[in-house]
Nanobody, 123 residues
Framework: QVLLVESGGGLVQAGGSLRLSCAAS????????MGWFRQAPGKEREFVAT????????FYADSVKGRFTISRDNAKNTVYLQMNSLKPEDTAVYYCAARPFTIATSTGAYDYWGQGTQVTVSS
């Protein structure tokens, strides 16, 4: 069992930055690929970014490429999402997720989910 807890969300103006954190406990997550997803009101949960267990591979949704950076610190069992140049359309609840081994972009591929953290970007 892996427990994931997100933090770092909040209200920010367009063009601003936020850094989300996802702290993992339970099984060591150093062998898990991690992902960030988001869900806006009335919309389906969508993929944002993913990182391999070693941190050597990352992949981003086109909508955030060049603005968001995913990283991880396996010694701290924590994954981060640095979000820069935020836009109002980035407003959503952001979730982190874990799956064994390889990266993936579909929600169904992930076994463990956090409770989410709200990010609101004002125009």
């Amino acid at each position: 069992q892996v427990l994931l807890v997100e933090s770092g969300g909040g209200l920010v103006q367009a063009g601003g930055s936020l850094r989300l954190s996802c702290a993992a406990s339970g099984r060591t997550v150093s062998s898990y690929a991690m992902g960030w997803f988001r869900q806006a009101p009335g919309k389906e949960r969508e993929f944002v970014a993913t990182i391999s267990s070693s941190g050597g591979s990352t992949f981003y949704a086109d909508s955030v490429k060049g603005r968001f950076t995913i990283s991880r610190d396996n010694a701290k069992n924590t994954v981060y999402l640095q979000m820069n140049s935020l836009k109002p359309e980035d407003t959503a609840v952001y979730y982190c997720a874990a799956r064994p081994f390889t990266i993936a972009t579909s929600t169904g591929a992930y076994d463990y989910w956090g409770q989410g953290t709200q990010v609101t970007v004002s125009s």
